[in-house]
């Protein structure tokens, strides 16, 4: 890989003189930039030729943090989201019945990788939520498989998504609320790796600390239903393989859920008991937040539930009335 890389791209150059001034150092990076964007345009350019498009896609992908205004460049330049398109399209066949091979996969998870470098771009996210980039990914993170090969195209489409939500802008997470965006972080979440549930729901948790997203999930009994059945199976799951980053992610979802007045009733019957008890004290006890908020979050369901107690309302049947179905 280094051999392909003109030796202009080289940082350090030969070390003569010593003396040179900070002028010319700042000239130096300045074609050294320069230089890297001319060998990425050619890259992106190659792309739209079939024969050279598999080592373009690796070369881009693996210097996408050296090439400056990348993610711009990927954006603008003709015919590229229409090349992105086309090899995520091409595995569709091999998705059911599964018979996606580790080429395959990591071809697709290459083009996912630099959809991600466009999707952490603040200049970028929303053109690739106008292009509805993120629909073409759900396919895959329904799937059923759990071989690698799915595995690692679930993860890198999550890595996208997660790289769209990370910055919390409203117009993001509402461009996102669609049918489909919360059955794909379930799924995810139901039988992904460990690593592919803690970014589902990091999503989850980005989604549900907007207004918006919180109102997406909380109007509706049945979703809100299936997004705490979802969450009370992974904590059930870490009873025996503890993550306190993933249990980090999972409170969170949880208090904010709290924030709706019907969803906080609901809670008090289907909050799991062991979030109750000392079973995750020892996962928790290097995270004096994360205890924070399940304290927080146990006082605001179950203080909601004496209350409810007392004045003889059993909240499940309360929450359905009060939610359209």
Known sequence: MVRNVPQSLSVGGSGRGGGASSSSHGAGASINMD???QVAEQLVLDLRYP???????????????LFHDLAPLLCNSFGTSTV?????????????????????????????????CVASHPDTRMSLLNASIPSYLYAFLVTTSKSRPFEYLRLASLGVIGALVKAGDTEVIRALLSPEIIPSCLRSMDIGCELSKTVATFILQKILLDDA????????????FDVAQALGNMVGELVEQPS??????IIRCYLRLSDNPRSCDALGSCLPDMLRDTTFSSCLREDPVTRMWLQELLQKVDGNLDALQAGGSIQLSFFSRGIAR
């Open 84 to 116: 992105f398109l086309q090899e995520i399209i091409s595995i569709y066949p091999f998705l059911s019945p599964p018979n996606l091979t580790p080429a395959q996969s990591n071809r697709v998870c290459t083009v996912l990788a630099l959809l991600q």
């Open 244 to 249: 306190s980053r993933l249990m980090k992610y």
């Open 51 to 65: 024969v050279r498009r598999e080592r373009a896609l690796l070369e881009l992908a693996k210097k996408r943090e």
């Open 213 to 224: 997203g919180l109102d997406y999930i909380c109007t509706r009994a049945v979703r809100f």
């Open 35 to 37: 230089r890297q964007m």
